[in-house]
């Protein structure tokens, strides 16, 4: 196990569209900040920011943090 998987109090699994689900459940939260891989399962790299996490820093509320993704393995 990773040191920080200690962190992780709860995962759950939820369906629905990926942005909606993550940006109701933030605002049910109450967050101060969204977390969210930039990356896009595309096929081309010449798209950084994938549909989700483009549809997410549209359409939130509160400030949202980009993690890049790692070079193609």
Do not use: F, K
Not at 31 to 43: E, F, N, P
Not at 45 to 71: D, K, W
């Amino acid at each position: 196990l990773q040191p920080d998987a200690g962190l992780i109090r709860s995962v759950r699994v939820m369906l629905g569209d990926p942005p909606m689900v993550i940006l109701e459940e933030a605002q049910r939260l109450g967050v101060d900040l969204i977390v969210a891989g930039s990356h896009s399962h595309g096929d081309g790299l010449n798209t950084p920011l994938g549909r989700t996490a483009a549809r997410v820093v549209q359409l939130a509320e509160v400030p949202v943090y980009l993690v890049p993704m790692l070079q193609h393995r």
